[in-house]
């Protein structure tokens, strides 16, 4: 019914940039939070950025300055421009949604299967 696909990932050399991309389709009436997870090899899956429906944006620390991003609502995407990347960003990204499914609900979370981001020389 709702389904959350991710696209972009890809290798990567050290300092080069990337954009991944979310988009939602199925039966949604609306999107409330909007975000992007990843999860490197040996580590548990960790918040990279969040977007609220209106535009607020939240980064991780370790990737604030070098990430952006952004929300489509028509589109119902969003993207993750990562620029200056690190081996350390190497994970795979999951794109996460918190979506209603009809007017009178409240959001549930979806989830993609993720994208695999490796950045090495």
């Known amino acids: 019914q709702v389904q959350l696909v991710e696209s972009g990932g890809g290798l990567v050399q050290p300092g080069g940039s990337l954009r991944l991309s979310c988009a939602a389709s199925?039966?949604?009436?609306?999107?409330?939070?909007m975000g992007w997870y990843r999860q490197a090899p040996g580590k548990q899956r960790e918040l990279v950025a969040s977007i609220t429906s209106g535009g607020s944006t939240n980064y991780a620390d370790s990737v604030k300055g070098r990430f952006t991003i952004s929300r489509d609502n028509a589109k119902k995407t969003v993207d993750l421009q990562m620029n200056s990347l690190k081996p350390e960003d190497t994970a795979v990204y999951y794109c996460?949604?918190?979506?209603?499914?009809?007017?009178?609900?409240?959001?549930?979370?979806?989830w993609g299967k993720g994208t695999l981001v490796t950045v090495s020389s």
């Open positions: 996460n949604a918190d979506i209603v499914r009809r007017w009178f609900s409240t959001g549930s979370p979806y």
């Open positions: 199925g039966s949604i009436f609306s999107i409330n939070d």
